[in-house]
């Protein structure tokens, strides 16, 4: 992503946080995997949405007029020992030069520096309760600075949480993030086609889920959006399964809930379809209510539209269709009421897809189900999942989950479906495999 771009989103924020007010956001920390060794670094979204800056052991200060410059940025300095044993690091030189800081600091000067900078200001965003210890500092330097009211130096009276601004901002999409969503979602879309042509009975799900990461990184994604769901049989009926341990049998289902990250934003895709390349008659009864739900939520995805519009759609498809296979009895309304359905569907129809899979932004504003917006992106993802220790229903319908989603952008007359290229209907699902 160019500079250009987190620069622009900085001066967005700095015009809603307003002159005379000040707003403070750390990095995330490195976390320690084992021993010595540490989990593979992924800076925090928020972060890196406003600076595009990567490394650990940072924070970066927002001040609206400040005459020195208005974004300031605390980080490591170089150090040519460290970057001999770990890589290059941009160092204070970095973070003014390519990083476009107006200011940079050691982060080690931080007690020093940070507290003059809170001076004089009315308020400071701050998400406060996401880093503890920086909390209890912070809390002492506004201490600390009340203390010197006699010598006229004012402390901020006002600490304010910075995401209610910020993942306002991140919930609506520029043309540079929705370019890297695409990409995520073609490159996703090819590895789902991937493990559609190479499934068999006999490979274990770890395999498949192998191949949907050997795509993603031969494609120079070297990330996951999130831990990938590959789920044979009746491990599709647990939500999120992640042990993708067990081996793949002829007449089940496959469920792979899998998608990449492109420069730090997610693709999140599911499809289900049967090991052996042929649904049986009670996957593809089961299976096509589903796809039917899908596309009732999809067809809710427009400029104007509530939010839970999409998700009461395919209640009311699902549950028609629970009752006609004779899973659910009773009047489709007040089972609805009565939620009945949950037994069988107990998510959300999706949720928001930005730089964190399960996204910022407020689903409700002012206790109103908000309405949909071009720029936002969302996934549409029904599902039905029957337990093997189902006894209400007949036994052929038990051990099978469901699950269809699709990354949705919403545009000005409607939508683009990001994730179109993989197969979905009965037909071509089984053309595919079949031809493979």
Not at 124 to 143: A, K, N, Q, S
Not at 190 to 208: F, N, P, S
């Amino acid at each position: 992503m160019k500079q250009s771009e987190f620069k622009k989103r900085r001066k967005s924020l700095m015009e809603r946080i307003g002159a005379g007010n000040i707003a403070i956001l750390g990095s995330s920390t490195a976390k320690v995997r084992n021993r010595d060794v540490h989990y593979p670094y992924r800076q925090d979204s928020d972060f890196y949405y406003l600076t595009g800056f990567s490394e650990t052991d940072a924070l970066a200060v927002f001040i609206p007029g400040r005459e020195k410059g208005e974004y300031i940025l605390f980080c490591r300095e170089f150090d040519a020992t460290k970057a001999l044993w770990e890589g290059a690091h941009a160092g204070l030189e970095g973070a003014t030069g390519h990083f476009q800081a107006d200011d940079a600091f050691p982060i080690d000067d931080m007690d020093e520096i940070l507290p003059g900078l809170l001076e004089n200001k009315s308020k400071v965003f701050y998400p406060m309760g996401r880093d503890p210890e920086f909390d209890h500092r912070l809390l002492d330097w506004i201490t600390h600075i009340r203390s010197q009211s006699r010598s006229g130096v004012m402390a901020p009276g006002e600490l304010v949480a910075l995401e209610h601004i910020l993942h306002e901002m991140r919930l609506f999409k520029s043309k540079e993030e929705i370019k890297l969503m695409r990409l995520a979602a073609e490159v996703s879309a090819q590895a789902h086609v991937k493990a559609m042509q190479l499934c068999k009975a006999g490979l274990y799900e770890y395999q498949i889920e192998a191949e949907l990461v050997h795509h993603f990184m031969q494609q120079g994604l070297r990330n996951v959006a999130y831990p990938s769901i590959v789920a044979g049989g009746s491990n599709a009926c647990v939500l999120h399964y992640t042990q993708n341990s067990d081996k793949l049998k002829n007449g089940d289902l496959l469920l792979i809930d899998a998608g990449a990250e492109c420069d730090h934003y997610a693709a999140d895709i599911t499809r289900t379809f049967p090991v052996s390349g042929r649904f049986t008659e009670p996957q593809k009864k089961l299976y096509q209510l589903v796809l039917d739900a899908q596309t009732a939520a999809i067809n809710e995805v427009k400029p104007g539209v509530p939010w839970h519009n999409a998700h009461d759609a395919s209640v009311e498809v699902l549950t028609k269709g629970l009752v006609d296979l004779g899973l659910l009895e009773g009047k489709v309304k007040t089972l609805i009421k009565k939620e009945k359905f949950k037994q069988f569907y107990m998510h959300r129809i999706g949720h928001w897809l930005g730089m964190d899979v399960h996204d910022v932004g407020d689903y409700k504003v002012d206790q109103k189900w908000r309405l949909l917006e071009p720029g936002m992106v969302l996934t549409i993802e029904p599902g039905l999942y029957i337990p093997t220790d189902c006894q209400t229903v007949d036994e052929k319908w038990r051990g099978i989950g469901i699950r269809i989603e699709d990354d949705l952008l919403v545009t000005e007359d409607g939508h683009d479906i990001l994730t179109k290229d993989v197969p979905k209907t009965i037909s071509e699902i089984e053309t595919l495999m079949r031809a493979a």
